[in-house]
């Protein structure tokens, strides 16, 4: 038997007043959507390490800057991805699927033809906290 259970938390940031999402937790996905949640999550990390490598190149080959304010930009900008890889890749559990998947949504590195490949119930929660990031 599939169990799908929901709560609502508020999932925006430090003094949001919003009312929060309703948020589906997943004590148990399909195995069919947690294989496919693997393969999207794994395409989905090569896509987020070439945008921060491309990134880095771009920042470092950049001339009208001293060789410290490269590193400052460069360490920044690895901050900053480190943080999307921790919200979208730390972390596989079915608990965190969904969650994961928003994340990844809105950062732009899950697309349509992925999202497809999950139920439309899993597809409106994403949607929901997709919008919120």
Known sequence: MRV??????AAGRPGDKSK??????NTDVAKSEWKHFKVVRESALERLCKRALTTLVAVASESSKTQHEHFLLIY??????DRQIAAGFDGLSRSRMIQQLGHLRSIDLLN???LAGFTHRIQ???AALASRD
């Open 20 to 25: 929060g999402v309703t948020v589906m937790l």
């Open 76 to 81: 920044s900008e690895i901050k900053d991805y």
């Open 4 to 9: 799908l259970k929901s709560m609502s938390f």
């Open 124 to 126: 409106d929660h994403i």
């Open 112 to 114: 349509d033809d992925e």
